[in-house]
């Protein structure tokens, strides 16, 4: 047996981080323009949104390796304009967990909108807000708790991710290998000792986090996940 | 929780620099390899300045990764097919060359057994590494074939991405029998488990290493450690594995 790293929870600690401030700024717009559009194109874009519910990781692992390669063209763009490899890298890891984790940000703050009155949505027309301002100060703010709700579930579910990490991630140590990769590696490496203790703070991590997250909804009248 | 969440980031992102102060290796090594070279590893951080990353997985999939553009600086393979294709491909930055041999063997959770055919009849499951990815799966197909076993064991075959996740099955004794590396029964874990029988008739397999284009590390660090690894200390680690030198 080799000694502990903790190195790899401190990068899926960033990742996560990361992946969720990153989906925070990018949802409010996108959950905008899905909220106003009209119910069948409305449809698609949720279907597109929650693919990476069902979709194998190892599709999305597939997909992101072509698009992330040098020759592929997202790949071939960052080597020109920012001199940055995206494939085994963790810019790549990033791109990889912003689209894996993408429904769990946006998909309860959804369900939450559509719960609420129209009269809310009415009554911030008629005293002459806009589209956005409606959803910035009055539609967002009462669904507070599942924004909460949907920046925790990202954080614990970029954590565990694991498929398109494996495919597009390398295991590089301090680069890629976080921790559900370094378990994996612990395993096949027969330190068992190592992995033991990888897995049980993984372990304790999401049960703290889901006992959290029904903590807090059993204060709440409506259910969130 | 955005502001914390910032902080992390402003974090996250001014401390990489603070390790990489150091030089630093970044080895690809084929799965059978990587008990001696961590041991190598070991020995060359204790006596230099700079320090290996070891990213171990089949040779099949590591040359994948360096065609994908994988950041490794060497890539050392458990064949010669992947490092030529890898040299084909303008990925290194010259020929490769054999650096130890390794060979094939069988292991058994029975303590005595005649003859490896008579336990391949007998065994319910046996673990192989993937022969598309990893040379030592490719050299026990070619084994079995040759013997013409292939087509009687075939249905009691289960595949490990590569050696290490055979002998994680033979650890486990998720398996009754199992084509690893030489190196395997040296590993704590498993040697003290069932019986370990070299193939018979299965050339010894030459290992080769490749120096890639993509390194990023100095040359004065890649020499050091090439250096390293034809000295007796190195040498005597891959001995001890059960490796021969060329």
């Given at each position: 047996m080799t000694d502990i790293e903790w190195s790899p929870f401190w990068l899926s600690f960033k990742l996560a981080s990361i992946t969720t401030v990153s989906?925070?700024?990018?949802s409010t717009p996108l959950i905008y323009s899905i909220y106003f559009h009209s119910k069948s194109i409305r449809t698609v874009l949720k279907a597109i949104i929650s693919l990476p519910l069902v979709l194998p990781p190892t599709v999305l692992g597939y997909y992101l390796l072509l698009l992330l390669r040098p020759e592929g063209w997202v790949g071939q763009l960052s080597q020109q304009w920012f001199d940055t490899r995206l494939v085994f890298s963790f810019s790549g890891l990033v791109i990889g967990s912003i689209i894996f984790s993408l429904p769990f940000m946006v998909n309860p703050i959804l369900s939450a909108l559509e719960n609420l009155p129209d009269n809310y949505r009415e009554a911030a027309y008629t005293l002459g807000k806009s589209r956005w301002n409606t959803l910035i100060y009055v539609l967002l703010p009462n669904v507070k708790s599942s924004l909460w709700v949907g920046g925790v579930m990202t954080f614990a579910h970029t954590i565990g991710e694991f498929g398109v990490i494996l495919m597009i991630g390398g295991s590089i140590p301090d680069e890629t290998r976080v921790a559900s990769i370094a378990i994996y590696n612990e395993v096949e490496m027969l330190h068992y000792a190592n992995a033991n203790i990888y897995a049980a703070i993984l372990l304790l991590f999401s049960f703290i986090v889901l006992i959290l997250v029904y903590l807090y909804q059993n204060q709440r009248p409506q259910g969130v996940i | 929780m955005i502001r914390f969440a910032l902080l992390f980031l402003l974090g996250g992102f001014s401390t990489p620099s603070a390790f990489s102060q150091e030089e630093n290796l970044k080895i690809a090594v084929a799965s059978n390899l990587s008990a001696p070279v961590e041991r190598i590893k070991a020995l060359y951080e204790e006596d230099f300045e700079s320090t290996l990353t070891l990213i171990v997985a089949s040779s099949g999939k590591l040359t994948a990764q360096i065609t994908n553009g994988a950041p490794y600086d060497l890539f050392m393979s458990a064949d010669m097919k992947y490092p030529e294709k890898v040299y084909e491909a303008g990925l290194a930055q010259q020929k490769p060359?054999?650096?130890?041999?390794?060979?094939?063997?069988f292991w058994?959770?029975?303590?005595?057994?005649?003859?490896?055919d008579q336990q391949l009849r007998k065994a319910r499951t046996i673990a192989i590494a993937q022969p598309n990815l990893a040379p030592y799966g490719a050299e026990t197909r070619r084994w079995l074939q040759k013997q013409e076993l292939w087509e009687e064991v075939k249905d009691k075959l289960v595949y490990g991405e590569n050696i290490s996740q055979v002998n994680q099955y033979i650890a486990t004794k998720t398996v009754v029998a199992g084509f690893t590396s030489n190196s395997a029964q040296r590993i704590e874990a498993i040697s003290q488990k069932g019986s370990w029988h070299e193939v018979p008739e299965a050339p010894p397999l030459p290992h080769g290493m490749v120096l890639l284009r993509n390194a990023e590390a100095s040359q004065f660090a890649i020499d050091q450690f090439l250096e390293f690894m034809i000295s007796p200390v190195a040498q005597k680690v891959f001995q001890d594995f059960g490796y021969q030198l060329p």
């Amino acid at each position: 047996m080799t000694d502990i790293e903790w190195s790899p929870f401190w990068l899926s600690f960033k990742l996560a981080s990361i992946t969720t401030v990153s989906l925070f700024l990018i949802s409010t717009p996108l959950i905008y323009s899905i909220y106003f559009h009209s119910k069948s194109i409305r449809t698609v874009l949720k279907a597109i949104i929650s693919l990476p519910l069902v979709l194998p990781p190892t599709v999305l692992g597939y997909y992101l390796l072509l698009l992330l390669r040098p020759e592929g063209w997202v790949g071939q763009l960052s080597q020109q304009w920012f001199d940055t490899r995206l494939v085994f890298s963790f810019s790549g890891l990033v791109i990889g967990s912003i689209i894996f984790s993408l429904p769990f940000m946006v998909n309860p703050i959804l369900s939450a909108l559509e719960n609420l009155p129209d009269n809310y949505r009415e009554a911030a027309y008629t005293l002459g807000k806009s589209r956005w301002n409606t959803l910035i100060y009055v539609l967002l703010p009462n669904v507070k708790s599942s924004l909460w709700v949907g920046g925790v579930m990202t954080f614990a579910h970029t954590i565990g991710e694991f498929g398109v990490i494996l495919m597009i991630g390398g295991s590089i140590p301090d680069e890629t290998r976080v921790a559900s990769i370094a378990i994996y590696n612990e395993v096949e490496m027969l330190h068992y000792a190592n992995a033991n203790i990888y897995a049980a703070i993984l372990l304790l991590f999401s049960f703290i986090v889901l006992i959290l997250v029904y903590l807090y909804q059993n204060q709440r009248p409506q259910g969130v996940i | 929780m955005i502001r914390f969440a910032l902080l992390f980031l402003l974090g996250g992102f001014s401390t990489p620099s603070a390790f990489s102060q150091e030089e630093n290796l970044k080895i690809a090594v084929a799965s059978n390899l990587s008990a001696p070279v961590e041991r190598i590893k070991a020995l060359y951080e204790e006596d230099f300045e700079s320090t290996l990353t070891l990213i171990v997985a089949s040779s099949g999939k590591l040359t994948a990764q360096i065609t994908n553009g994988a950041p490794y600086d060497l890539f050392m393979s458990a064949d010669m097919k992947y490092p030529e294709k890898v040299y084909e491909a303008g990925l290194a930055q010259q020929k490769p060359t054999i650096f130890v041999l390794g060979t094939l063997h069988f292991w058994t959770i029975r303590s005595e057994i005649n003859s490896i055919d008579q336990q391949l009849r007998k065994a319910r499951t046996i673990a192989i590494a993937q022969p598309n990815l990893a040379p030592y799966g490719a050299e026990t197909r070619r084994w079995l074939q040759k013997q013409e076993l292939w087509e009687e064991v075939k249905d009691k075959l289960v595949y490990g991405e590569n050696i290490s996740q055979v002998n994680q099955y033979i650890a486990t004794k998720t398996v009754v029998a199992g084509f690893t590396s030489n190196s395997a029964q040296r590993i704590e874990a498993i040697s003290q488990k069932g019986s370990w029988h070299e193939v018979p008739e299965a050339p010894p397999l030459p290992h080769g290493m490749v120096l890639l284009r993509n390194a990023e590390a100095s040359q004065f660090a890649i020499d050091q450690f090439l250096e390293f690894m034809i000295s007796p200390v190195a040498q005597k680690v891959f001995q001890d594995f059960g490796y021969q030198l060329p």
